[in-house]
């Protein structure tokens, strides 16, 4: 899949540091286990929303794919979400063994969660979209797999639209840092 200059990339350009820590954050894994972000500093970190029944849900492929190549330099969380379209109605089990079962997942799964701004947003996902939050960045998801890339400082390096491929050149240059436009 190529990235299109139609798909969305929002790059955090000033480099400008979150006013609260991302390392402050814990997600609750699909697997039961409680995640604390701090324990991935000096990785960068790939997080995905996704869904078992959309148009890209081929995506989870190429994330294991890029996870694979990547692994020792980078994290991937993938938080499934029925956001969008209704598009992930299963339970955290039933979406585990589909990932596992349909494209070979080992990244982690966080539980199922709400992405979207609103009451219920996930913690991650607040500090992700909120500018006061995270230093620069409003941008919530904006459909089942929007990327949001973190450099191993903690700080939110960019925004990535569902139509930007996990193996896209613009993905590869963000995670080698590399500038991108």
């Given at each position: 899949?190529?990235?299109?200059?139609?798909?969305?990339?929002?790059?955090?350009?000033?480099?400008?540091?979150?006013?609260?820590?991302?390392?402050?954050?814990?997600?609750?894994?699909?697997?039961?286990?409680?995640?604390?972000?701090?324990?991935?500093?000096?990785?960068?970190?790939?997080?995905?929303?996704?869904?078992?029944?959309?148009?890209?849900?081929?995506?989870?492929?190429?994330?294991?794919?890029?996870?694979?190549?990547?692994?020792?330099?980078?994290?991937?969380?993938?938080?499934?979400a029925n956001d969008f379209g209704r598009q992930e109605k299963s339970s955290n089990e039933a979406i585990a063994a589909f990932c596992t079962h349909n494209y070979s997942v080992t990244f982690?799964?966080?539980?199922?969660?709400?992405?979207?701004?609103?009451?219920?947003?996930?913690?991650?996902?607040?500090?992700?979209?909120?500018?006061?939050?995270?230093?620069?960045?409003?941008?919530?998801?904006?459909?089942?797999?929007?990327?949001?890339?973190?450099?191993?400082?903690?700080?939110?390096?960019?925004?990535?639209?569902?139509?930007?491929?996990?193996?896209?050149?613009?993905?590869?240059?963000?995670?080698?840092?590399?500038?991108?436009?």
């Amino acid at each position: 899949m190529k990235w299109s200059k139609k798909a969305k990339v929002l790059p955090n350009k000033a480099h400008v540091w979150p006013p609260q820590s991302f390392y402050n954050l814990n997600v609750l894994l699909n697997n039961g286990q409680l995640c604390n972000l701090y324990s991935l500093k000096h990785k960068k970190i790939l997080l995905v929303n996704t869904a078992s029944d959309c148009g890209y849900t081929a995506q989870y492929r190429e994330l294991q794919q890029l996870y694979q190549q990547q692994k020792d330099r980078l994290c991937i969380i993938a938080f499934p979400a029925n956001d969008f379209g209704r598009q992930e109605k299963s339970s955290n089990e039933a979406i585990a063994a589909f990932c596992t079962h349909n494209y070979s997942v080992t990244f982690p799964l966080a539980i199922k969660s709400v992405v979207v701004k609103n009451e219920q947003q996930h913690p991650v996902f607040q500090w992700l979209s909120h500018a006061h939050l995270n230093g620069w960045n409003n941008q919530a998801p904006e459909w089942n797999f929007s990327k949001y890339l973190i450099d191993e400082q903690g700080v939110l390096l960019y925004y990535f639209g569902p139509a930007v491929s996990p193996l896209s050149d613009v993905m590869a240059k963000a995670i080698d840092n590399k500038n991108i436009f």
